[in-house]
């Protein structure tokens, strides 16, 4: 007789260090996206960025919301509040594809495995109510 494997946030595991192992990658993405949202507005300043972002194609204006998500989806993911909201967010750190590609393979991947154990407000699902969200 096989007994099912443990629930932890909706990914069912028989490894007692995976609600761990969540936690330790979506604290360390939160404070990458807030470290890259600080970049942008103390060190290179929002009209730099905006002419860099001009420079590699990008409408300039965008990079104010882009600051702004980085800022707000990290400290989001950091707390625990609603994070598969928090994760719908991608950067481009313009050394390249194959960091920001990462970056957004690596929320995908957190957003689809669930909020985990260790979170402030769980996050609700899409056409559901907050009534009828998983606790």
Same mark, same amino acid.
């Given at each position: 007789?096989? &007994?099912?494997? =443990?629930?932890? %946030?909706?990914? *069912?595991? #028989?490894?007692?260090?995976?609600? =761990?192992?969540?936690?330790?990658? @979506?604290?360390?993405?939160?404070? /990458?996206?807030?470290?890259?949202?600080?970049?942008?507005?103390?060190?290179?300043?929002? =009209?730099?960025?905006?002419?860099?972002?001009?420079?590699? #194609?990008? !409408? %300039?204006?965008?990079?104010? =919301?882009? /600051?702004?998500? &980085?800022?707000?989806?990290?400290?989001?993911?950091?707390? %625990?509040?609603?994070?598969?909201?928090?994760?719908?967010?991608?950067?481009?750190? #313009? %050394?390249?594809?194959?960091?920001?590609?990462?970056? $957004?393979? !690596?929320?995908?991947?957190? $957003?689809?495995? #669930?909020? !985990? @154990?260790?979170?402030?407000?769980?996050?609700? *699902?899409?056409?559901?109510?907050? @009534? &009828?969200? *998983?606790?």
């Amino acid at each position: 007789m096989s &007994e099912k494997a =443990p629930v932890i %946030g909706h990914v *069912r595991t #028989g490894d007692a260090t995976a609600a =761990p192992g969540l936690l330790l990658l @979506r604290i360390g993405l939160g404070v /990458m996206f807030v470290a890259h949202g600080l970049t942008k507005l103390l060190v290179w300043t929002l =009209p730099d960025t905006a002419q860099f972002f001009a420079s590699a #194609g990008f !409408a %300039g204006w965008l990079a104010y =919301p882009v /600051m702004f998500v &980085e800022l707000v989806g990290g400290l989001l993911l950091v707390l %625990g509040v609603q994070t598969r909201w928090g994760l719908l967010m991608f950067t481009n750190s #313009g %050394g390249g594809w194959q960091y920001p590609v990462f970056l $957004a393979v !690596a929320a995908f991947a957190l $957003a689809l495995s #669930g909020d !985990a @154990r260790f979170v402030l407000i769980r996050s609700t *699902r899409l056409g559901t109510t907050k @009534r &009828e969200s *998983r606790p």
